[in-house]
């Protein structure tokens, strides 16, 4: 078959081993081919490039009035840095992130802009928040796009940040809030590989330390949107839409069926898929169809979340005796 998603022709898989020779502890190998990541890196450097020409826009030296101190990294000129009182992670002002396209919930709904949908997944607070997602999508997307191409990889990513822009404006609608950054899309590739685990469950050996593995690492993610000033509904939006989506587009002939086809005439040749891969993928089509669909609508009507889950905001914020929740980003 034509290699359609590389960006040349296919490599052939190890067979168990990684690009280093070493054996991969977890996947059992197929000779299904790889491709070659470059839709990644291509986001990586989207991403940063959209904040450097935020940073331009920002212009701190000209916009700061100086209420909240000096900017930092004053020699970086109009790239430097709001205030670390107004800004923490050395980025922009909140105005600048809004008028860059960051995702407000009025402007959505009654200001006719849906494209905030979008464009805030694209934007990023400050060079920390930057720098983390980078990093995490480097880790974590590459692998898939090597395994999975980048069409299917790039689906998911895309419309994983929808998914996290939607929940975050049902639930978060103080007009003070403006959601920014790539992690409901990150959350997304995260719940795509715990569904393309648990889909081609049988071409993996070592499969409980996979789980486990997998589990606590986005366990511990979402654990860190508890956080005040996180965006958890983001998160839990866009690793649900991966999660269903990885179940769609993520799963494999199963283990032995490639060889089973050279089989001679009269032998017994293996079904292409497992029943309970095609049964899952049509489940999680259509709850993929629902999800967006109820909650498009949801949103342009101009429902509030909350008002319907008394207790989902403690998903976004646990206030403790050290901080408080106010319902902000």
């Known amino acids: 078959m034509a290699d359609l998603e590389g960006g040349g022709p296919p490599k052939a898989r190890s067979n168990g081993y990684d690009n280093n020779n070493h054996p991969n502890q ?67 002002s909140s ?15 009654h200001g006719n802009e849906a494209w905030r949908l979008i464009t805030c997944m694209w934007l990023h607070a400050g060079v920390i928040h930057v720098l983390a997602n980078m990093l995490s999508l480097v880790f974590i997307g590459i692998r898939l796009e090597q395994q999975f ?8 990513y895309l419309l994983s940040g929808l998914g996290g822009s939607i929940l975050s404006a049902l639930f978060l609608q103080n007009n003070n809030n ?54 958890n509904f983001a998160h839990i939006g866009g690793f649900m839409s ?37 049964v899952f993928c049509v489940l999680a089509l259509a709850l993929v169809i629902v999800w967006y669909t109820v909650g498009l609508v949801m949103l ?8 319907h889950c008394s207790w989902c905001h403690y998903l976004s914020c646990v206030p403790t005796k050290h901080w408080k929740c106010n319902n902000t980003n």
């Open 242 to 278: 991966g999660f269903l989506l990885g179940f769609v587009l993520l799963f494999r002939p199963q283990f032995g069926w490639m060889e089973s086809r050279n089989l001679p005439a009269g032998a017994h040749v293996k079904s292409k898929y497992k029943a309970y891969q095609l």
């Open 26 to 92: 977890y996947y059992v190998g197929t000779s299904e081919s790889s491709w070659t990541s470059w839709l990644v890196p291509m986001f990586v450097v989207s991403n940063v490039v959209v904040f450097i020409v935020t940073m331009f826009v920002n212009n701190c030296p000209k916009n700061n009035l100086g209420f909240e101190g000096k900017c930092v990294a004053r020699f970086l000129g109009r790239l430097s840095f709001e205030p670390l009182k107004e800004n923490p992670l050395f980025g922009p």
């Open 149 to 156: 191409g980048f069409v299917r990889v790039g689906i998911i």
């Open 178 to 231: 403006i959601s920014v950054g790539a992690s409901g899309a990150l959350f997304g590739l995260l719940g795509a590989m715990l569904s393309e685990l648990l889909t081609n469950w049988s071409i993996y050996t070592n499969k409980a330390a996979a789980l486990f593995t997998l589990v606590i690492i986005i366990a511990i993610n979402l654990a860190v949107g508890i956080l005040p000033h996180v965006d």
């Open 95 to 109: 105005d600048t992130l809004e008028k860059m396209g960051g995702l407000q919930w009025y402007k959505v709904v």
């Open 300 to 307: 342009f009507r101009g429902e509030n979340g909350n008002e």
